[in-house]
């Protein structure tokens, strides 16, 4: 089992910037990658960004150039650093751990853009 808990989301302006942590505990040596995911109301859940435990890296196409992905692997914790957002940017963020097979999820963080 693994364990993820979200935190940073909040209210921003557009243009501003916000910063989400997500924290792993339990089985993490079985875990490859992490990614940051994306769910806005009436959508479907989209990428917004993966990593992998070399460091590879993964974004969506609309948020390239404005969010980096990181990970801190002696605090098993991923980072979202999302910068000039926008109103589209508005949604409920998801930490997702992959490894052989299986994947979870974290219970999601808030990010809201106001224009």
């Known amino acids: 089992q693994v364990h993820l808990v979200e935190s940073g989301g909040g209210l921003v302006q557009a243009g501003g910037s916000l910063r989400l942590s997500c924290a792993a505990s339990?089985?993490?040596?079985?875990?490859?990658?992490m990614g940051w995911y994306r769910q806005a109301p009436g959508k479907q859940r989209e990428l917004v960004a993966h990593?992998?435990?070399?460091?590879?890296?993964n974004y969506g196409d609309s948020v390239k150039g404005r969010f980096t992905i990181s990970r801190d692997n002696a605090k098993n914790t991923v980072y979202l650093q999302m910068n000039s957002l926008k109103p589209e940017d508005t949604a409920v963020y998801y930490c997702?751990?992959?490894?052989?097979?299986?994947?979870?999820w974290g219970q999601g963080t808030q990010v809201t853009v106001s224009s």
């Open positions: 997702n751990a992959e490894g052989n097979g299986f994947g979870y």
């Open positions: 339990g089985n993490i040596f079985s875990i490859i990658a």
């Open positions: 990593i992998t435990n070399a460091a590879s890296t």
